[in-house]
């Protein structure tokens, strides 16, 4: 069973607007977020992340949210911009056993940003 | 340029070929993963290898082969591959993996199989 799951396939935003992108997760022990952005016929970039201890954390135009209580984050991009038009994964920390710091990944959101 | 580089970015090979994917890292890290990207599934992690010992094997058949001769260098050798094998493969680095956070990726290897 998917441990991080990213529920919508797709997004369409048009540029100027806000971008909210949603991840959930099953596993408590999780001790780290992250988010990654991916062009295609490249590899995934890292974007921006967020400990469990923190519920927001902000880099430019980029803030994730980490609900806890509700095991869900999201990935808000102000404004959107052509550019960001990419498929962004959610990335979730193992803080257990022989599985410390390996990523669990979800399916990806292909975000559209049109102008 | 994310500092980690693989060879060939595309391969196509028939089942009863052997072939190997490259990957090198210049960022001065000490893990490297091998992951799978299939289409509508997420990222597989399929090993793991820190300071050059391999630390996860994720149930992945005996057709692949990793191999980590130093801390900069991966390959992962490809033996009488399936069609269902045919996917992107992704090779990343970390520090330390036990403690490390961000992974950094190369940008792929796309594979068929036919």
């Known amino acids: 069973d998917q441990q991080v799951k990213q529920n919508s396939p797709s997004l369409s935003v048009q540029e100027g607007r806000i971008s909210i992108l949603n991840c959930d997760y099953t596993n408590s022990m999780f001790d780290y977020f992250l988010w990654y952005k991916k062009y295609p016929a490249e590899g995934p970039t890292f974007l921006i992340s967020i400990s469990s201890i923190k519920d927001k954390n902000e880099d430019g135009r980029f803030t994730v949210f980490l609900n806890k209580s509700a095991k869900h984050l999201s990935l808000h991009i102000v404004p959107s911009q052509p550019g960001d038009s990419a498929v962004y994964f959610c990335a979730a920390r193992s803080n257990y056993g022989g599985s410390q710091g390996n990523l669990i990944f979800g399916k990806g959101t292909k975000l559209s940003v049109k102008p | 340029e994310t500092g980690v580089t693989q060879t060939p970015r595309h391969l196509v090979m028939g089942m009863t070929n052997k072939k190997s994917l490259k990957c090198e890292q210049h960022l001065g890290h000490n893990a490297m993963y091998w992951y799978k990207q299939s289409a509508k599934k997420p990222l597989e992690l399929m090993f793991v290898?820190?300071?050059?010992?391999?630390?996860e094997n994720n149930s992945v058949p005996s057709r692949f082969s990793p191999e980590c001769p130093n801390s900069s260098h991966l390959f992962l050798h490809l033996h009488t591959l399936q069609p269902e094998d045919s996917a992107l493969y992704l090779c990343?680095?970390?520090?330390?993996?036990?403690?490390?956070?961000?992974?950094?990726f190369g940008p792929g290897t796309r594979l068929t199989v036919t």
């Open positions: 290898y820190n300071f050059k010992e391999q630390t």
């Open positions: 990343a680095s970390s520090h330390n993996s036990g403690a490390a956070y961000e992974q950094y």
